[in-house]
T-cell receptor, first 110, second 115 residues
Framework: DAKTTQPNSMESNEEEPVHLPCNHS???????IHWYRQLPSQGPEYVIH???SNVNNRMASLAIAEDRKSSTLILHRATLRDAAVYYC???????????FGTGTRLKVLA | DADVTQTPRNRITKTGKRIMLECSQT?????MYWYRQDPGLGLRLIYY???????NKGEISDGYSVSRQAQAKFSLSLESAIPNQTALYFC??????????????FGNGTRLTVT
């Protein structure tokens, strides 16, 4: 199973953009890149996913490197409610297994 | 009502006891998963099931068993609980769509303590 590597923690000021990096150098051509976040005392929730092209939705943007070996989740204006652990995951299209890493704990400063 | 419901929310049990954690879903998804979360270790996959007759081991299945009683129900059992199985357990579902579908939907977790 392909693995992802993320920094353990990051900090951001409120209302500033946040770029959360993820390395996935062993990604295969058919693996989708998914991002989830886990708010305190809750189960993880879906944020965004992509395959090759950059993606935008109401929560965030996903920038994928041309060689697909890394990606960046972008929160355009961090709020205190965005404080969470963010997980970058590769979804195996063959087995549909989702293997989580340890994620990045984002702290947002008021 | 939650789409993915886990019961109980909290459970304290003694070493050697058998315990079952239950998960039910109203999303109509074919695929269900059990994850375990320990502090600092993220989520680890225990078992997953793609339909009632298809059950697969995940990363850490030793000491656990599962039962898929129906499309909507997926139970996790600890036959003889031990203290290092103390953790937060999550059930999740996903649909079986191809391509970019199949995002995970999680329950709110069961906090299990084995003394």
């Amino acid at each position: 199973d392909a693995k992802t590597t993320q920094p353990n923690s990051m900090e951001s000021n409120e209302e500033e953009p946040v770029h959360l990096p993820c390395n996935h150098s062993t990604i295969s051509g058919t693996d989708y890149i998914h991002w989830y976040r886990q708010l305190p005392s809750q189960g993880p929730e879906y944020v965004i996913h992509g395959l090759t092209s950059n993606v935008n939705n109401r929560m965030a943007s996903l920038a994928i490197a041309e060689d697909r070996k890394s990606s960046t989740l972008i929160l355009h204006r961090a709020t205190l409610r965005d404080a969470a652990v963010y997980y970058c995951i590769l979804r195996d299209t063959g087995t549909y297994k989702y293997i989580f890493g340890t994620g990045t704990r984002l702290k947002v400063l008021a | 009502d939650a789409d993915v419901t886990q019961t109980p929310r909290n459970r304290i049990t003694k070493t050697g006891k058998r315990i079952m954690l239950e998960c039910s879903q109203t999303k109509g998804h074919d695929r269900m998963y059990w994850y375990r979360q320990d502090p600092g270790l993220g989520l680890r996959l225990i078992y997953y099931s793609f339909d009632v007759k298809d059950i697969n081991k995940g990363e850490i299945s030793d000491g656990y068993s599962v039962s898929r009683q129906a499309q909507a129900k997926f139970s996790l059992s600890l036959e003889s609980a031990i203290p290092n199985q103390t953790a937060l357990y999550f059930c999740a579902t996903s649909d079986s769509g191809t391509g970019s579908f199949g995002t995970l939907h999680f329950g709110n977790g069961t906090r299990l303590t084995v003394t």
